[in-house]
């Protein structure tokens, strides 16, 4: 199970504030997504990555309402706390 982003604040570079339903809060940096590609390198551009929104439906954030990250990678990101089983798993047999 992951928790919902409740609120989010732009700090600075790419740096987002994350607070989560239970509480919890972290700074996620999101060069690396960024530097993945994909439909992440729309975010490289400072005035698109800082006009992100929070779909308070499934609790994640987005942009455009076309790109979003996965909620339980981005409470691992802002915690520290590891991912869950399940996502560690799909990536073993995925690799």
């Known amino acids: 199970m992951y928790q919902d982003i409740i609120e989010a604040h732009y700090l600075y570079?790419?740096?987002i504030?994350?607070?989560?339903?239970n509480g919890k809060s972290g700074v996620?940096?999101?060069?690396?997504?960024i530097e993945?590609?994909?439909?992440?390198?729309k975010l490289a551009d400072y005035d698109v990555f800082?006009?992100?929104g929070i779909n308070?439906?499934?609790?994640v954030i987005t942009w455009e309402d076309d790109i979003d990250i996965a909620p339980?990678?981005?409470?691992?990101?802002?915690t520290g706390e590891p991912l869950?089983?399940?996502?560690?798993?799909?990536s073993v047999l995925s690799s």
């Open 28 to 33: 996620v940096d999101f060069r690396k997504f």
């Open 13 to 15: 570079d790419y740096k």
């Open 36 to 41: 993945k590609g994909g439909v992440f390198c």
């Open 72 to 78: 339980e990678t981005l409470y691992s990101e802002a």
């Open 50 to 52: 800082k006009r992100f």
């Open 84 to 90: 869950p089983s399940w996502i560690e798993k799909e």
């Open 56 to 59: 308070r439906e499934t609790g």
């Open 17 to 21: 504030k994350l607070f989560f339903e």
